[in-house]
């Protein structure tokens, strides 16, 4: 018999905007990122002009981030030309994939082990 193992990454809830036009956070600039978003040295002052201080910031939005700081840190544009870049996990991938497929592209996320579940937070 085949023990089935739970892993929280699975399961791990993450919000989702109900629409990509909700995101309307600046395109550059200064922005301070709560540090319940982002854990990381350096203060809450990041520089979205520098685009690895910028998908740092996206991912963090995006895997620890709510409705709100989403739509007020995340930018549509800036989202969909680094998506593919962006080093998400994959679940949180999946769910703004299923909900978005415009930022899914020609790229398709297939893992069975890996199933997408529409909920969010």
């Not at 085949?2 to 909700?22: G, I, K």
């Not at 949180?92 to 069975?112: C, I, K, M, Y």
């Amino acid at each position: 018999m085949v023990e089935q193992r739970t892993f929280f990454r699975d399961h791990r809830p993450y919000e989702v905007p109900a629409r990509l036009e909700d995101l309307t956070g600046p395109v550059g600039g200064t922005v301070e990122v709560p540090h319940a978003v982002l854990w990381a040295p350096g203060g809450p002052r990041r520089d979205l002009d520098d685009p690895a201080v910028r998908r740092l910031v996206y991912v963090a939005v995006i895997a620890e981030g709510g409705h709100e700081e989403q739509a007020a840190l995340l930018n549509r544009d800036l989202l969909v030309k680094d998506w593919e870049r962006l080093m998400i996990p994959r679940r949180a991938r999946e769910l703004w994939q299923a909900r978005f497929p415009e930022l899914a592209g020609d790229q398709a996320v297939t893992d069975a082990h890996e199933p997408v579940h529409a909920a969010s937070r």
